[in-house]
């Protein structure tokens, strides 16, 4: 399970217990913390993992090891799931050489008291390990200031970081080849794919990195010259089988393009939006049109911010609440705005009692973001019914009708 190949071993651990991710995405599947050891005539470990594993972590690299010791560790990315073993690899390891770039630097400092011994590097550096070659390319805001990426010359491999990663802990092999890697809780082979990993990527994507659209395109312009035949970022599987796939969607998400189909989004204090958003679903049925529809106040938001980037069409219900939005889906809006979200065709709707403010407030946040409105909007007072809110025509605007 950990060779991947003769120089290149897995030794990252898989996180079962935690529900919330940064405090914020819930986890149903787990996640993964990828790290992996390069060896040579000299060893180099690329990234650490989440603190909670530092003995089961410890155990895998001294596994792979045997009595020999790190040479070099590569931190490619300082966000505390990855670096938060970095001071204990120093300390296991006293002459271990950190790898890294002059954005990393007072962030080893602050998080570890870390400033000695460093290797600081830049774009394009490339360090040898004997006959292995690691070359660095920096690729700042994917998602932090310090983010880079190293590639293994002639093994073709790319250690990625975050980049291409995704939510889901492994189980079985590593690896999406000959079958290995499984998104935890899948357990029909036949969906060990790309496809099964889709959308709990575009999740990781939309959630932690969505807002980051620009500096992906220019992380994948960068690597664009480069033959990537192997793909280890530091969460989900090694990408071996699927690397064309993996790079166009990434590719495709941070360009923001949403496949045809609507990602209805609403919260209800009394059930009256919620009829509404069920009866556009209803209507969506009807017509054949793809949908996802996401309840803000019994949801994590996670989801619905996957859907965003899923579909090309985003629809909002909501009722006014003290003369503006109502604070569910003012939050999710918020969080559309934060990630840039751009190239989507917008509508709302929403109940009012004595003033509505919502539809109109929701317009006016989505022209800002530079949204399509394919309607004004439908605001109706009081209690739901079809006669009030027609949602046959918000149908109707969304199929071109
Ligand atoms: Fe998986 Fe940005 O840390």
Redesign the pocket.
Same mark, same amino acid.
């Given at each position: 399970m950990s060779k991947l190949t003769e120089k290149i071993r897995y030794v990252g651990v898989n996180d079962l217990k935690k529900v919330i991710f940064e405090g914020m995405w819930p986890l149903p599947f787990g996640v993964s913390y990828n790290s992996y050891l390069v060896m040579d005539e000299k060893t180099a470990l690329v990234d650490t993992v989440e603190a909670d594993f530092a003995k089961e972590y410890l155990d895998n690299i001294r596994r792979e090891l045997g009595d020999r010791k790190v040479d070099y560790l590569i931190v490619n *990315?300082m966000?505390p799931? *990855?670096s938060s073993l970095v001071a204990l690899v120093r300390e296991t390891w006293p002459d271990v050489r950190i790898v890294c770039n002059a954005k990393t630097v007072p962030m080893l400092k602050g998080y570890h008291g870390i400033s000695d011994n460093l290797h600081v590097v830049k774009d394009g550096d490339s360090i040898s390990l004997g006959e292995s070659t690691l070359t660095f390319y920096l690729t700042p805001m994917v *998602?932090?200031p310090e983010t880079m990426v190293t590639y293994f010359n002639e093994e073709s491999t790319l250690f990625s970081g975050?980049a291409f990663?995704t939510f889901g802990a492994l189980q079985g092999g590593v690896s999406d080849s000959a079958g290995a890697a499984r998104l935890y809780g899948c357990t029909d082979a036949a969906e060990n794919t790309f496809a099964s990993y889709r959308d709990e990527m575009r999740r990781y994507y939309s959630n932690?990195v969505g807002k980051f659209g620009q500096t992906v395109q220019a992380a994948l312009k960068k690597l664009s010259g480069i033959r990537i035949s192997r793909i280890c970022s530091?969460?989900g599987p090694v990408w071996e089988v699927s690397v064309p796939e993996v790079v166009g969607y990434y590719d495709k998400l941070s360009r923001y393009e949403g496949d045809k189909g609507v990602c209805i989004v609403y919260a209800s204090m009394y059930g009256n939006t919620a009829r509404a958003a069920k009866a556009l679903a209803a209507e969506l049925d009807k017509r054949g049109v793809e949908y996802a529809i996401h309840n803000l106040c019994t949801e994590n938001v996670s989801y619905a911010y996957r859907d965003v980037f899923k579909y090309d069409t985003l629809v909002a219900g909501s009722p006014t609440y003290n003369n503006d939005i109502f604070p569910p889906v003012m939050n999710f809006m918020y969080g559309v705005s934060a990630r840039l979200v751009k190239n989507r065709r917008f509508a709302a709707f929403g109940s009012f009692t004595w003033a509505g403010a919502s539809v109109r407030l929701l317009n006016e946040m989505a022209v800002k973001n530079g949204f399509e409105l394919i309607s004004d909007g439908l605001s109706f007072p009081q209690a739901y019914s079809p006669a009030k809110c027609d949602m046959s025509l918000l149908a109707d605007k969304i199929t071109g009708c």
């Open positions: *990315h966000e799931d *990855h *998602h932090w975050d990663g932690i530091t969460h």
